[in-house]
């Protein structure tokens, strides 16, 4: 059901960067330089801003696909297999989390590249690339050894 969520963060992505790099493109970061001269207070801000502004846009839009999601597959006859309302919860919360901390990661880049483009491609290449190689490249069954081996390790 949350496919789309792909779409979803390349154009979070390209939001988190743009929001610090057009304000390199244009000089307008002089000017707010200028009122708050600490550059880490300054993107502290931006990343609690673009953070929470996605995070709850994603929210949202995770808990809409979920509930209308399921209803909409199984009047199609679809089976959904059921889940608790703990684990529609997490995966509710995680996505929302998800495009947060993408959007802040393409922030910090775009703070760093100061380029749109550049920082666009790299959050694109750092975020999504391991997920399509993961679906496409990756043998049958692969994929899950490898997720258990991170689970593993990180328990």
Do not use: C, W
Not at 10 to 17: D, K
Not at 55 to 66: D, E, M, N, P, Y
Not at 126 to 131: A, E, F, G, K, S
Request: hydrophobic content about 60%; charged content about 10%.
């Amino acid at each position: 059901m949350l496919v789309g969520t792909f779409v979803g963060l390349v154009v979070v992505v390209v939001v988190g960067a743009m929001f610090i790099t057009a304000e390199y493109r244009r000089g307008l970061i002089r000017t707010t330089l200028t009122a708050s001269p600490q550059r880490i207070r300054v993107l502290a801000a931006k990343a609690v801003v673009v953070g929470a502004v996605t995070f709850v846009t994603g929210l949202l839009a995770a808990a809409v696909v979920v509930a209308f999601g399921q209803r909409v597959l199984r009047g199609n006859g679809v089976y959904v297999h059921p889940a608790s309302t703990p684990t529609e919860l997490r995966v509710i919360v995680g996505t929302g989390a998800l495009l947060a901390v993408a959007a802040v990661l393409a922030l910090g880049l775009g703070a760093l590249l100061r380029r749109s483009v550049t920082a666009v491609t790299t959050a694109v290449v750092v975020i999504v690339l391991p997920y399509l190689l993961a679906m496409t490249v990756l043998p049958a069954g692969a994929l899950g050894r490898l997720t258990d081996a991170v689970h593993a390790a990180l328990a």
